[in-house]
Nanobody
């Protein structure tokens, strides 16, 4: 699967922004999806994940730092995953990446994902 993330930009603290990740391939629905971010000088960190459990159950998880402010969703018909970011803070400034793989065990571990988008920069000014 090939991924392309977009939607980043420069916003002020308290603003909202929605990131999108477009995926290629006919089996998008079978992939677990994640959003990660990386700030200068820091390691890539987990932000959110949306994945399947069984045939119809969808599980979402968030990093504590974004819980209650960010919302991950997906539209399998459009081969897309989204990250709605609300109440943005300067510390949310980073390059955001979408990632995908199948049957991920440790969803917060970037090494578990084989497929990555190119990243989109989000800058939050104070």
């Amino acid at each position: 699967v090939q991924l392309q993330a977009y939607g980043g930009g420069l916003v002020q603290a308290g603003d909202s922004l929605r990131l999108s990740c477009a995926a290629s391939g006919r089996t998008f629905s079978s992939y677990d999806m994640g959003w990660f971010r990386q700030s200068p000088g820091k390691e890539r960190e987990f932000v959110a994940t949306i994945r399947r459990s069984g045939s119809s159950t969808v599980i979402v998880d968030y990093a504590d730092s974004v819980k209650g402010r960010f919302l991950i969703s997906r539209d399998n018909a459009k081969n897309a995953v989204y990250l709605q970011m609300n109440s943005l803070k300067p510390e949310d400034t980073a390059v955001y990446y979408c990632a995908a793989d199948q049957s991920i065990k440790s969803y917060f571990n970037a090494a578990e994902y084989r497929y990555w988008g190119q990243g989109t920069l989000v800058t939050v000014s104070s």
